[in-house]
């Protein structure tokens, strides 16, 4: 539970006196008011499964109640995989299946539908996703056959022309991307990143431990548009998984690999032979936890806010000891932030704002996830 006031869902008191609201100051003004987003928070607060939060990140929020979503899980223990397209949350409700079929829930109509199983060259819990427009391009962070493609997930029409027909006409499912891996099977992906072009994701990667050969890195993009692959040198992008691009601050936005915030500029689409971009670190240490704490080391996760360079940390860290119930506890930190750049062009934090929640934890390997819609 968090320490603080407790204030009402949103979805239950005024909605349509909203909606009134926002047709009479659209009739007033001429001007669509823009979508209120709120931040999307997952957890494994559940003795039998997951829960999906609706958090608003200008009040302190109760995690203590159910949430928007909760996903049973038939099997103790069992992660799930959550990633984030448009406004929809994918569910990968058992990684490990083939057969088992995904959820898809969408967050403006609060509504549930059923998605396409994993593919095969998805099955794992080590799986990463990012999302271009209208798509969920999905790979594995460990290549084991250079020879796999990319999946990309869509709502797409299927071969059914027949409206009363049991498979419908429009469909959520996966597909190969016809361009095989530039990747050798030694290599771990370590971050990626969209391009501002919003089609072109750019891939970092190092070699897995081998006495036989020294430690290489190489990073490449990959243009979903005309399905080409492009080497950029042997360099590596700063941060740790994925990497955010701000239009504030024209760069990309990350977890360094040590904790810290960075951010680096936008490597060009065309160079094949490029050094890595300049990099700048956020001098300030934004983690709760202390360096030396004897708990287990945090899960943190980095999420955009828009294109505001407004940010939002979200930090795990496992209690030492458990409840009066016996289960795991852990602390959740969620720190939102603002990045700007000095006259000295360092990267600076502005409008701090950090709540802290104690919360049950039952699945071990799993970390809580944050999305932005």
Request: hydrophobic share 35%.
């Amino acid at each position: 539970m968090m320490m603080n006031r407790r204030i009402d869902s949103p979805e239950v008191i005024g909605g349509k006196r909203r909606q009134g609201h926002a047709s009479y100051c659209e009739q007033r003004t001429g001007k669509r008011l823009e979508k209120q987003k709120h931040l999307y928070l997952v957890l494994d607060d559940w003795s039998k499964g997951f829960t999906i939060h609706k958090i608003d990140h200008d009040n302190d929020s109760d995690l203590t109640e159910p949430g928007v979503l909760r996903i049973f899980t038939p099997v103790t223990g069992r992660c799930m995989i959550f990633a984030a397209m448009g406004s929809n949350i994918l569910i990968t409700t058992n990684p490990r299946c083939g057969q088992t079929p995904s959820l898809v829930y969408n967050t403006e109509a609060a509504g549930l539908a059923v998605g396409p199983p994993l593919p095969e060259s998805l099955l794992g819990d080590d799986y990463r996703s990012i999302a271009t427009a209208s798509m969920l391009y999905a790979f594995p962070q460990f290549i084991t056959n250079p020879q796999q493609f990319l999946k990309v997930m869509s709502w797409a029409p299927t071969d059914n022309d027949d409206p009363w027909a049991p498979r419908p006409t429009m469909d959520w499912c996966w597909q190969s991307v016809p361009s095989a891996w530039p990747f050798t099977n030694k290599e771990i992906i370590d971050s990626y990143a969209l391009h501002p072009d919003g089609h072109t994701i750019f891939f970092s990667a190092h070699s897995k431990y081998d006495n036989s050969r020294p430690k290489s890195i190489c990073t490449f993009s990959f243009d979903t548009k005309h399905h080409r692959w492009r080497s950029h040198g042997e360099w590596s992008l700063p941060f740790n998984g994925r990497g955010y691009f701000d239009s504030m601050l024209d760069a990309w936005v990350g977890l360094h690999k040590d904790g810290y915030i960075c951010s680096c500029q936008v490597a060009s689409r065309s160079s094949t032979n490029q050094s890595q971009p300049d990099c700048k670190m956020l001098q300030e240490r934004l983690l709760c936890s202390a360096p030396n704490s004897r708990v287990p080391a945090p899960t943190v996760t980095l999420t955009h806010m828009g294109g505001n360079a407004r940010f939002c940390l979200v930090e795990s860290v496992l209690r030492d000891g458990d409840d009066a119930s016996g289960r795991d506890v852990c602390i959740l930190h969620t720190t939102t932030f603002g990045l700007k750049y000095s006259h000295k062009g360092e990267l600076q934090m502005m409008n701090r704002i950090t709540n802290s929640y104690t919360v049950a934890k039952h699945t071990h390997l799993f970390s809580p996830v944050a999305f932005w819609m």
